[in-house]
């Protein structure tokens, strides 16, 4: 008896949690967010741009073309996220510079260019130092990656389709 009532209890608690998160689901926009929301820091951003930055590299010197537009789709979506997020911090303002620099290694990804690809990360990188040093945080310097930032994942192109070995 005990059992089935704690179980009771469980989905009530859990029917109405779920119901709670209902408006907020629905709505989708950012706006209407709860407060309180967890919201990720202008610096914690810039650290997934740095992440997606190393995987570009990576991808691109492997003339791995599909992942490498990926990882630049992810840089764009993650600047896009600081402006819907971060829009009170005046450096959100200085984001725009990069544009120009993410079209040229846009450019060079398809036209599958080993050359434009590193003129164009090369740039990219150099992009970033310069609002870096624009808004006074010229300490963060970013550089082209010696090595993947990752151990478990495969930058290079391979058969999609091979299992996994232990070597
Ligand atoms: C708006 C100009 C701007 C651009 C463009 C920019 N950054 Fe930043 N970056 C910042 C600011 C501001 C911070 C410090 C954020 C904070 O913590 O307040 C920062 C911090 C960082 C950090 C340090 C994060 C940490 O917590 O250790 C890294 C790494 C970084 N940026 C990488 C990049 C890379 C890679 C690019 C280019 C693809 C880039 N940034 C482009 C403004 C910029």
């Known amino acids: 008896m005990l059992k089935y009532l704690c ?3 469980m ?3 859990f029917t109405s949690c779920s ?3 209902k408006p907020e689901e629905q709505t989708g926009n950012p706006e209407t967010k709860q407060a309180g929301a967890y919201k990720p ?3 914690e951003f810039m650290t997934y741009i740095q992440i997606h930055h190393a995987k570009l590299w990576f991808a ?5 073309w599909k992942l490498a537009e990926f990882e630049l789709d992810e840089i764009t979506e993650i600047v896009e996220a600081i402006k819907t997020y971060q829009k009170e911090r005046e450096e959100t303002k200085v984001l725009q ?10 450019n060079a990804i398809q036209k599958q260019s080993p050359k434009l690809f590193i003129q164009s990360f090369t740039d990219l990188t150099n992009t970033c130092n310069t609002c870096h040093h624009a808004v006074k945080f010229e300490f ?19 058969d999609t389709s091979r299992k996994v070995q232990f070597k």
């Open 7 to 9: 179980l009771f209890i």
């Open 41 to 43: 820091g202008f610096g």
């Open 19 to 21: 119901n709670s998160n």
């Open 97 to 106: 510079i990069l544009d120009p620099a993410i079209d040229s290694v846009k």
């Open 140 to 158: 963060n310097v970013v550089k082209i990656p010696d090595t993947p930032p990752f151990s478990n994942q495969d930058f290079t192109l391979n």
């Open 11 to 13: 989905l009530l608690i």
């Open 60 to 64: 691109g010197k492997n003339q791995n």
